[in-house]
Nanobody, 117 residues
Framework: QVQLVESGGGLVQAGGSLRLSCAVSGRTFSTINMGWYRQAPGKEREFVARINRSGDSTYYADSVKGRFTISMDNARNTVYLQMNSLKPEDTAIYYC??????????WGQGTQVTVSS
């Protein structure tokens, strides 16, 4: 069983930065492909970024490319999402996802990010 716990959300002004963290437990970290998703009020959950289990391949949604960076720290079993140049449209609950092979993904409880204009 994989447990994911997000932290780092909050309220920030447009143009500001936040760093989200996702602490992973319950399985060897290097076996899990990790990602970040977000869900804004009244909208479906959408993909934000992902990183493969070896940490050498990343992929981003067009809406965040060049502003967000996903990374991992194997020593801390943690995945990060550095978010710069935040916009009001980035306001959402951000969820961490972990996938082992083709299994059903694991999800964290989410962390709220609010960007004021």
């Amino acid at each position: 069983q994989v447990q994911l716990v997000e932290s780092g959300g909050g309220l920030v002004q447009a143009g500001g930065s936040l760093r989200l963290s996702c602490a992973v437990s319950g399985r060897t970290f290097s076996t899990i492909n990790m990602g970040w998703y977000r869900q804004a009020p009244g909208k479906e959950r959408e993909f934000v970024a992902r990183i493969n289990r070896s940490g050498d391949s990343t992929y981003y949604a067009d809406s965040v490319k060049g502003r967000f960076t996903i990374s991992m720290d194997n020593a801390r079993n943690t995945v990060y999402l550095q978010m710069n140049s935040l916009k009001p449209e980035d306001t959402a609950i951000y969820y961490c996802q972990g996938v082992v092979g083709g299994a059903v993904p694991y999800w964290g409880q989410g962390t709220q990010v609010t960007v004021s204009s």
